[in-house]
């Protein structure tokens, strides 16, 4: 299985990527007190590439690496996006807010990729969903995309169905820590948590108080199988982290564990012009509710 970019002559093509939609990019420049606000869709500078993670059963995966645009990144994040049949892709909003801004509010690589089946504008992976079980070869692809780049201390992050891969899967030695978002731990059983505690290494789980699928109390008794899990209760949010508020405590938390000592919360302003669009629960709820356009229907009885 190749990390890098396929030869054309040896690798089957991914799908023809749609058009991204034209989002405002904020010009180069750092935090700054009284700066501009950093908003839902600021886009902060970054380097961006395209890239495609092959995996070991012979599928092409598309995805986006952002990098800080003037340093090696000092950490790395893998993320694994929700479930698909419910609109989960490699821009649910969480993620694509991380790739706008922590590379450069952070130093942080950011991976996003769209598991087998799943489509967003970036393009098409190919394969059919498989409910977490063929999944774990698109896990371990883009843990080698992420060797195969050299990128330095790298964690999962996973959420919602993301979360399940990581405890399915993601007991990887090339992996330092994971960070899970919204876990429903249907899919994921005591045998993957068990195997979690004997693997060691950080697993830090955030839980919205108002959660669907979750709630805290519930997730201390689940993960208290796992001596090293961290169980931090975030009052007032939901399953889908809508808000800018939400976001942002998140954001920090990741921040925080990947890059222990980094000063957070995160800033909120940039010292170089942004776009001036308002921030509200409700854009970001029809971002994430628009993207169920770019996947399979809903297939009744799942969940996230």
Do not use: C
């Not at 790298?154 to 820590?177: A, C, N, Q, Y």
């Not at 994921?188 to 789980?205: M, S």
């Amino acid at each position: 299985m190749n990390a890098h970019s396929p030869d054309p002559a040896t690798d089957r093509p991914a799908a023809p990527a749609a058009p991204s939609p034209e989002l405002p990019t904020a010009p180069e420049g750092k935090p700054a007190e009284h700066g501009a606000p950093i908003r839902s869709l600021t886009v902060l500078p970054a380097r961006r590439e395209d890239v495609e993670l092959h995996t070991a059963d012979g599928l092409t995966l598309v995805g986006e690496l952002a990098l800080p645009a003037h340093a090696a990144p000092s950490g790395t994040l893998i993320t694994l996006h929700p479930l698909p049949t419910h609109g989960g892709y490699m821009d649910s909003h969480v993620y694509r807010k991380a790739a706008w801004r922590l590379p450069a509010l952070a130093d942080l690589a950011v991976l996003r990729f769209n598991t087998r089946g799943t489509s967003s504008p970036r393009g098409t992976s190919e394969g059919a969903f498989d409910g977490g079980e063929a999944e774990r070869f698109d896990v371990a692809a883009a843990i080698e995309l992420a060797e195969f780049h050299d990128l330095p201390h790298r964690w999962l992050v996973g959420w919602s169905f993301g979360t399940e891969l990581v405890l399915k899967h993601g007991t990887d030695p090339g992996i330092e820590g994971a960070i899970l978002l919204s876990p429903p731990l249907h899919r994921a059983t005591d045998a993957d948590l068990d195997r979690w505690a004997a693997f060691g290494k950080p697993l830090v789980v955030l839980v919205p108080e108002l959660d669907d699928y979750l709630r805290p109390e519930e997730a201390r008794r689940r993960f208290a199988r796992v001596p090293q899990a961290e169980v931090i209760a975030v009052e007032g949010a939901k399953h889908l982290w809508v808000g800018e508020p939400s976001v942002r405590r998140v954001l920090d938390e990741i921040v925080s564990h990947v890059r222990p000592g980094f000063p957070v919360p995160l800033p909120t302003t940039w010292d170089a012009q942004t776009e001036t669009g308002t921030d509200t629960e409700a854009s970001d709820q029809a971002s994430y509710d628009a993207s169920r356009t770019h996947v399979q229907p809903t297939t009744t009885g799942q969940t996230p």
